[in-house]
């Protein structure tokens, strides 16, 4: 029973990355990004606009959070989100991080989402500034430190297919490892 987390800031290629292993390695795929994305349109708001709600209701990310944590404990899955390698613990097998310069990560986001470099900045920036925050505040996490991670990769200095082989065969090395000690 594997449980990976691939965390990051908005732009890296968690969710790309995240898809790519579950399905090569026929695991589970859950994605807090997109559950937060479901609970803002059932609200018809923005996702901007309910990361601001989110600061004044910590209700919301602790439901995000609990359902993180309740996919790690059913376990075979890949848990896709910012703060995904905390919230499943030591349930966690493998913790990546993925990084990437900011340009690079609002250039992406512009073109996934179709919008201006200036609307992706000043839209990535304020979501991430809030989320920042509310970790602080509810859980104590400062999502800067990097040190409970077994894996960053900067996802700038390869295209999409070479980051995801990088990962494959991490995954691979600690599948064979790991059934070796059994």
């Known amino acids: 029973m594997v ?20 399905k090569r390695f026929g695991l589970r795929y859950v994605s807090a990004g997109e559950i937060m994305r479901k609970m803002a349109e059932e609200r018809g708001v923005s996702l901007e606009e309910f990361s601001r709600m989110a600061e004044g209701d910590s209700a919301i990310d602790k439901q995000i959070d609990e ?20 919230m499943a613990g ?46 602080m505040d509810i859980y104590g996490i400062d999502v800067d430190d990097c040190s409970m991670f077994d894996v960053v990769v900067n996802t700038s200095l390869w295209d999409e297919k070479t980051v995801g082989k990088v990962l494959e065969l991490l995954v691979e090395a600690y599948l064979a490892s790991s059934s070796e000690e059994k």
């Not at 449980?3 to 579950?22: E, M, N, R």
């Not at 059913?74 to 905390?86: E, S, Y």
């Not at 966690?92 to 340009?103: F, G, K, Y």
């Open 3 to 22: 449980v990976i987390t691939i965390s990051g800031l908005h732009g890296t290629g968690k969710t790309t990355q995240a898809k790519f292993l579950a």
């Open 67 to 86: 359902r993180m944590i309740s996919e790690a404990e059913k376990g075979n899955v890949v848990l896709d989100g910012r703060l995904t390698a905390w």
């Open 90 to 135: 030591e349930r966690a097998d493998i913790r990546i991080l993925l990084t990437a310069p900011l340009n690079i990560r609002v250039k992406r986001i512009a073109e996934r989402e179709s919008k201006s470099i200036e609307e992706a900045l000043k839209d990535t920036v304020t979501r991430e500034e809030s989320e920042k925050k509310r970790f």
